[in-house]
């Protein structure tokens, strides 16, 4: 007889990217080349500095626990980088070292809310937000949003919502790549501390921008909770090492919280984490890539009939609509990954409502595998 499963844990959606990765594998494994156009990391390994710092540690330090809130110079550092790039200041105090955004957002959804509370998002929108909310007893409101707002929530859709207690924003968007301004971004603060919701700002896309600016949370709200990771402009996903920028007062509540779930966070990690902050000309160099490849997807995919696709503005993906090709994108990303081994994810991980008709294309691998996807693209359109 089996033990007992909980209804929480079983009313967790899948996310579905891990399921077309394990597809892909899966054909991989028979001897088929795939082009992963799915999966949402760097192709490129972790900095050369941060690599140094790595090994330098393995010889020099005894990689014990470190402090729940992470490493006294890596939280300097992160407070430091808000100094220089967003003229926000932010005390080392504010700063929480997470296991990822990941192990960022639990820690902030439990900071913030109780069981039952509401809490806006963006739909589209990353599907982990609304699974994890799931997970804690909290209720996801999906803010549908369009081509005309940017796929970015506004204060006239938050005042349709009813009530709230929380808003997510993430700003460049996965999977739209879309950002909002300075002015959004304080529009959307202001009303978030005029009503009691807490604003909580996914910026782990920061430095993966090709038109416009970023602008942290940090600038414009004292209460906002920020939420960034050294995975994606850092390029170091599986380290699992990234942050939170959160309010004075809920310091001590984070803390106890990363005490009792994860004691602290890899140590390894951490060294390597203080050290990338020092790649930038090489980080940057790999955002020049992403920018051509970008291009290169914008210009090739109409001829397979792509043809109706989000510009990217930051991040790493482009946002297609295909519902004049199915209305079944699920299906629709199998026979692609089946028939010419090009894998993408169906729309439905981002948007529950519409998101049959849609899919995300991610164009952080090299610009020969971005070559490659357009060319079998083309050929299976025409096939």
């Not at 001897?31 to 900095?47: C, N, R």
């Not at 609304?130 to 997970?135: H, S, V």
Request: proline residues 4%; aromatic residues 8%.
């Amino acid at each position: 007889m089996s033990g007992k499963l909980s209804r929480r844990s079983g009313g967790v959606d899948p996310f579905i990217v891990m399921d077309v990765m394990a597809a892909a594998a899966e054909k991989e494994a028979a001897g088929d080349v795939v082009i992963h156009l799915e999966v949402g990391q760097p192709s490129t390994p972790a900095p050369k500095a941060a690599l140094a710092a790595a090994h330098a540690a393995l010889d020099a330090d005894r990689l014990g626990y470190v402090a729940a809130l992470g490493m006294p110079a890596l939280r300097e550092r992160i407070a430091r980088h808000y100094r220089e790039t967003y003229g926000a200041d932010v005390s080392a105090e504010r700063v929480v070292v997470t296991t990822g955004s990941s192990g960022g957002f639990p820690l902030a959804f439990l900071a913030s809310f109780d069981a039952g509370d509401r809490v806006a998002l963006a739909a589209p929108g990353y599907p982990a937000y609304r699974n994890i909310l799931a997970a804690l007893n909290l209720e996801a409101v999906d803010l549908p949003t369009s081509a005309a707002d940017r796929f970015q929530p506004t204060v006239a859709a938050l005042e349709k919502a009813g009530h709230l207690d929380g808003l997510i924003v993430a700003s460049p968007s996965n999977p739209t790549g879309t950002m909002v301004t300075r002015d959004e971004l304080k529009a959307l603060a202001d009303w978030c501390n005029a009503n009691g919701v807490r604003l909580i700002s996914d910026e782990i896309y920061h430095g993966i921008v090709y038109e416009g600016e970023t602008h942290s949370a940090a600038e414009v709200s004292d209460t906002a909770i920020v939420v960034n990771s050294f995975s994606k402009y850092f390029s170091m996903t599986g380290w699992r090492v990234g942050w939170l920028v959160v309010p004075a007062d809920m310091v001590r509540s984070i803390e106890r919280l990363t005490q009792n779930f994860f004691i602290s966070v890899p140590t390894l990690s951490q060294h390597a984490a203080l050290a990338a902050f020092d790649c930038r000309e090489e980080l940057d160099g790999h955002v020049e890539r992403y920018r051509a490849n970008r291009d290169l997807l914008m210009a090739g995919l109409p001829d397979a009939g792509l043809d109706r696709l989000t510009p990217a503005q930051g991040a790493f993906y482009i946002y297609a609509d295909v519902s004049h090709l199915t209305n079944d994108s699920r299906e629709f990303c199998s026979r692609m990954l089946r028939e010419a081994g090009v894998a993408t994810t169906p729309g439905i991980d981002f948007d529950r409502a519409r998101g049959a008709g849609t899919l995300r294309i991610s164009f952080a691998g090299s610009t020969a595998e971005m070559e490659e996807a357009v060319r079998r693209l083309k050929a299976w359109r025409r096939g």
